[in-house]
Antibody, heavy 121, light 107 residues
């Protein structure tokens, strides 16, 4: 059974940093692309970033480019998202999502339960 | 970025009704479209992928159609478990985008 378990969310001040983790199990982690997707009541679902199975290819939304970094440790079956220079508008539930293939032409076939990040002073 | 326009934003229906949700896309994406169902406090889960393929475990009352720029999700006979919010999402571009959602509520 595929499981994705996020952790690391919390309250952080504007300009601060945070690292989210997503522990994966139930599939061959290194064979699949992985993504982060966030959700807010106002902006709905927003794709944030994608990383290939090998970790060599990354994609970012313009809204987070240069501030967020996606990475993975295939030996630990774990996906990460480093959030820096945080802004109030980064407040959201962050979901880890597995792609059904690599990175191209792949949809999200499994999602984690989400981790809440709140950016506020 | 590719823009996704979903309609309606809210749909009131009764158990047994046939319901249809539309998703219009700002450029052709062939059939690279998925539909997700989300219930309050839960993560989205796939219902349809590649425009018309049923995701694993999804009942056959769900169907998807369309290609290019116009797509529909149909529930042939609405069941109590189907009251939720539905999102379309394109994955033609690596910069994936979602529709704003359609809330299916009880009439």
């Amino acid at each position: 059974e595929v499981q994705l378990l996020e952790s690391g969310g919390g309250l952080v001040q504007p300009g601060g940093s945070l690292r989210l983790s997503c522990a994966a199990s139930g599939f061959t982690f290194s064979s699949y692309g992985m993504s982060w997707v966030r959700q807010t009541p106002g902006r709905g679902l927003e794709w944030v970033s994608t990383l290939s199975g090998s970790g060599n290819t990354t994609y970012y939304a313009d809204s987070v480019k240069g501030r967020f970094t996606i990475s993975r440790d295939n030996s630990k079956n774990t996906l990460y998202l480093q959030l820096s220079s945080l802004r109030a508008e980064d407040t959201a539930i962050y979901y880890c999502a597995k792609l059904n293939l690599g990175t191209r032409l792949a949809y999200f076939d499994f999602w984690g339960q989400g981790s809440l990040v709140t950016v506020s002073s | 970025d590719i823009q996704m326009t979903q309609s309606p934003s809210t749909l009131s229906a009764s158990v047994g009704d046939r319901v249809t949700i539309t998703c219009r896309v700002s450029q052709s994406i062939s059939s690279w479209l998925a539909w997700y169902q989300q219930k309050p406090g839960k993560a989205p889960k796939p219902v349809i992928y590649e425009a018309s393929t049923l995701a694993t475990g999804v009942p056959s009352r769900f169907s998807g159609s369309g290609s290019g720029t116009e797509f529909t999700l149909t529930i042939s006979s609405l069941q109590p478990d189907d009251f939720a919010t539905y999102y379309c999402q394109q994955y033609y571009s690596n910069s994936r985008t979602f529709g704003h959602g359609t809330k299916v509520e009880i009439k």
